[in-house]
Each structure stands twice: as C-alpha cells, then as structure tokens.
C-alpha cells in the first residue's frame, strides 16, 4: 500500500523554489536599473558640458593663435557642428570601443583613465577604506557598549564632525597645520608628487608593493597619502560609527541577550554575538561607503594635488575634453553601480524581505 504526502507537504515542496525564484526576479529588477542609470549619468554630464558656450575646437588646437585650418578638421573629427544627441552618441561610441582619443593629450582616454585609476584613486580609496573600518566600527562599538557617558557623547560628537563640516575645509586647514612647526619638524607628510615603483605586477602601486614586501617603498607611498586618505575617510568615518552604534544598540536589547546574561556568559561572548546580529546593515553601507569614495576623490586629489582620476576629471573640465570627462565619468558610474548592485544582492540573500 503506497504512502501519500500530506496537502502541507505538497505545497512545502512545491515552495521549496519559490526563495530562489524570487532572489533571481530581485537581481533581474536590479540588473534592468544597472544600464539605464550610467546612461543617465553620462548623459546628464555630457549635456551639461555641452550647453557651455564656447568653441572647444579652437581650445583644443592652441587658443587665439591656432590655424582656422585645424581648428575647422577638430571640429568634424568630432562632429562638433552636428546636434548635440548625434555629438553623445558619437562620444559614446567612441568611448565603448575604446577608440577615443583626446584632442587635448592624443592619448586614448581608457589609457589615461585607467593609469589615474590604478596609480593614485585606487590606492587612496582602499586606504580611506581602511581607514573607515578601522576607525568607524570599533568607535561604534565603545560608543554603543558606553552609552549615554562621557565616552558615547565624545565620539558621537566626533562623528557628527566628520559628516557636517567640508571635506575641503578640514583638508586645507590640516595642510596648514602640517606645513607649520612643531607638526612640520616630523615629516610626517609629503605634499608634492606621487612616488611610482620601478617594477609592476597588477598596474597598482600598493598592492604591487605588498606583494613584493617593499617595505621603503610602502613608507614612502603612506606618507604621500595617509592625511588625503583619512580626510576622505572622515565623513565615512562618521556614518560608519553613527550606525554600528545603532545597530548594535538594537541587537543588544534583544531577548537573546538577556538570555545570555541569566546565563552567566562572559560579556565579550555576548559582544560578539551582538555584533554578528547587527552586521547586515553595517554591511550594506560599508559596500556604499567604497563607491562614495570615488567621488570624494574627486576633491580630495584636487586639494593634494594627486594625479588620479578625480583630477583628471576637472583637467578635463577645464580644458574642453569631452571624451575625458565622460570617460571618466562612465568608469565611476560603473564602479558605483557595480558595487551598488553587490551590495543590494548581498543584502537581499541576508535578508530575504527586502526582495519584495
């Protein structure tokens, strides 16, 4: 005599994909936002750049003084005179299939972007990175384990600093202080140049230095970019603290924790257990915090004077270079989106109900 499956059963085998289903709708909905928001953003930057009344042609071949000659050949190399929608497919194109050169340097801009990128705006961002997690989350925690004390109020007054005041105040007052004695006697920063490795095994100065333990080099390379780092990590900083104090607030007042405390287990146990449950919103945020950086950059570099993309960008803007900026653009709109798009899965998987 055969068995049957319950009517319950059925329908729990039958939902048994459903999670699945619904974690693959999530990252297809995800997925259909990802082009359209890079085309926007390249888009709005391109119009923007556009509408400025100048003659970037006449820039672009030397000034007042450049011959009428090459200045009428720039402007229909690069359909300067058509309308401004064929001029952003054009660009576009040019920049997809990695064919754009600039008028101003003559080199093609992915070279140019992607030796910015690797050289300086990478490795300023892994260090602010840094910086934000070794700063912001232990901060977090003392403020939440010492609440409503000298201590709690002392760093959330730290961090609401770092999330209101400017970026570029504190960095040129931090220059100015630095620049002075008794902080200037220590060479604790250097303000000029970028130091490059004679060797290269990924294009990334830092971690080709870590790979190969170059210990002078390293010295040399924190000492370029350790203040620009943690005045860009600042803000993060702060955010990062604000909510690893919340979050770990919240999960602290859980059953659980009573529980434990009945018990008799050790308090830094309870900690860890505190914070393993409080993890999937620092988590999401610290992935937003990365992509927040690149854009920091922007001023950061400009401020330190680092040769990254940041400046790149706005010795685009200055100069008319179209194809640079958007270049430029395109690259950290595609970072942000990425890192945005992991980051929304990540939680997803970790908390199904934001799917719905």
């Known amino acids: 005599m055969g068995v049957g499956l319950c009517p319950e059963a059925s329908r729990r085998g039958e939902g048994d994909g459903e999670p699945m289903a619904d974690l693959r709708r999530f990252i297809l909905r995800r997925l259909a936002t990802f082009i359209p928001t890079i085309i926007g953003v390249t888009f709005i930057v391109f119009v923007i750049a556009a509408v400025v009344p100048a003659n970037p042609a006449r820039l672009w071949a030397g000034g007042q003084k450049a011959s009428p000659d090459v200045v009428q050949r720039l402007i229909k190399e690069y ?111 250097a303000l000029a140049g970028m130091p490059i490795p004679s060797y290269s095994i990924t294009g990334v100065p830092l971690i080709d230095a870590l790979l190969k333990l170059d210990i002078s080099y390293l010295a040399e390379l924190l000492r370029r970019l350790w203040l620009p780092a943690l005045l860009l990590a600042y803000a993060g900083i702060g955010v990062t603290t604000r909510l690893v104090r919340n979050s770990f607030l919240d999960a602290y007042s859980r059953d659980y924790v009573e529980f434990m405390l009945a018990r008799g287990f050790p308090r830094r146990r309870i900690y860890m257990h505190v914070l393993r449950n409080a993890l999937a919103p620092i988590v999401t945020v610290l992935g937003l915090q990365f992509g927040g950086l690149l854009a920091g950059a922007v001023i950061t570099e400009t401020i330190f004077g680092l040769p990254g993309l940041g400046n790149y960008m706005i010795q685009s803007i200055n100069n008319s270079d179209y194809l640079g900026l958007m270049a430029g653009v395109l690259f950290i709109a595609i970072i942000y989106t990425s890192v945005n798009f992991v980051v929304d899965v990540l939680y997803a998987v970790i908390d199904p109900r934001v799917r719905y």
């Open 79 to 189: 359909h300067l005179n058509d309308p401004w929608y064929i001029q952003y497919v054009y660009f576009m194109k040019m920049i997809l299939t990695g064919k754009a050169v600039s008028p101003v340097t003559n080199d093609y801009v992915w070279n140019d972007v992607l030796t910015a990128f690797k050289t300086v705006t990478l490795p300023l961002t892994l260090l602010s990175f840094f910086f934000i997690l070794l700063v912001g989350v232990p901060l977090g925690i003392i403020a939440a384990i010492k609440r409503d004390t000298i201590i709690d109020m002392a760093i959330r007054a730290f961090a609401l600093i770092g999330i209101s005041t400017p970026i570029f105040w504190i960095a040129y007052l931090a220059i100015f202080l630095f620049n002075k004695p008794p902080l200037s006697k220590f060479h604790l920063v």
